[in-house]
């Protein structure tokens, strides 16, 4: 299984080595340093300042929003703009949990989905591969496709693979689409009914998962171009990959717990003392 994640990571890299544009991919370097400062920091610090952080945001939305009221209106943008930033600010500020809820619950649908791929799709791609590189002919009979038809199969856009991929995922396993919508909306939901309940948790299981995905997302990008002797070596040995992943992962949830840890109230054990 972990073979065939492999080579469906491969087949995204080179899918975007051979359709990306060049400039895209000259900014691939400082793309991947910008996500690995952001995943390190949301790793780290990312439960801990949540609340300023969307304080902040929305202060911000209110700022830009109040400011095209002013030119809309001509009344004062020095007026108009902090005004908007401040009740926004506040909205953001009161309504956190409900803000938690969306995002844990855009986290955990992603993740769900994540674990339901590998267990019910990821499966079938070596024989979709197989089965894409050749021509059946008749029942049970197959042989090599003709030079356009490969040069077709190779010229095909991430897309059109994608596509290709799910019907012929959707053909092996019928309810394969119906359970993973049960599986995306049970998560949301479940994601939901935590921010809300449970926010310090929440925001400790989604910045945990978003930081090691960009993390993850960014040392590959930089292994691509500064060292590929070492992502080639990480390619044969996806199972590293998962030890390494994981024990981030781990790190920064037992990191984040720590930090978001109240401390203890000193005056209720003085007068308990007392």
């Not at 943008?77 to 938690?100: D, E, F, R």
């Not at 019907?167 to 019928?174: E, H, I, L, N, P």
Request: net charge neutral; charged share 15%.
């Amino acid at each position: 299984m972990a073979e065939e994640i492999a080579s469906i990571l491969e087949q995204a890299r080179l899918f975007v080595l051979q359709h990306a544009p060049a400039d895209l991919l000259r900014e691939a370097v400082p793309f991947g340093i910008i996500c690995l400062v952001a995943g390190i920091g949301l790793s780290v610090l990312g439960a801990k300042l949540s609340r300023i952080g969307i304080t902040c945001g929305f202060g911000l939305l209110g700022a830009y929003i109040g400011a095209f009221i002013a030119r809309q209106t001509g009344f004062p943008v020095l007026v108009c703009s902090p005004i908007g930033a401040l009740m926004l600010g506040v909205i953001g500020y009161q309504t956190l949990k409900l803000w938690v809820g969306l995002i844990a619950a855009l986290v955990l649908s992603t993740a769900a989905l994540g674990m339901f791929g590998y267990h019910r799709v990821v499966p079938h791609y070596g024989e979709f591969e197989q089965t894409a590189s050749s021509v059946v002919e008749a029942p049970g009979s197959f042989a090599l496709p003709s030079p356009e038809e490969q040069q077709a199969y190779l010229e095909r856009s991430p897309q059109q693979w994608a596509q290709e991929f799910w019907a012929f995922v959707t053909q092996k396993d019928v309810n394969v689409e119906r359970n993973g919508r049960a599986v995306a909306l049970a998560a949301m939901i479940t994601g939901l009914c935590l921010g809300v309940v449970a926010a310090r948790w929440a925001l400790i299981v989604s910045t945990s998962l978003v930081g090691t995905a960009l993390v993850t997302t960014a040392i590959a990008t930089l292994l691509t171009h500064s060292v590929p002797e070492s992502y080639e070596a990480f390619h044969r040995h996806p199972s590293l990959v998962g030890v390494g992943v994981g024990a981030f992962l781990v790190s920064s949830l037992v990191l984040q717990t720590l930090l978001t840890r109240k401390a203890p109230d000193t005056k209720a054990e003085s007068t308990g003392k007392s």
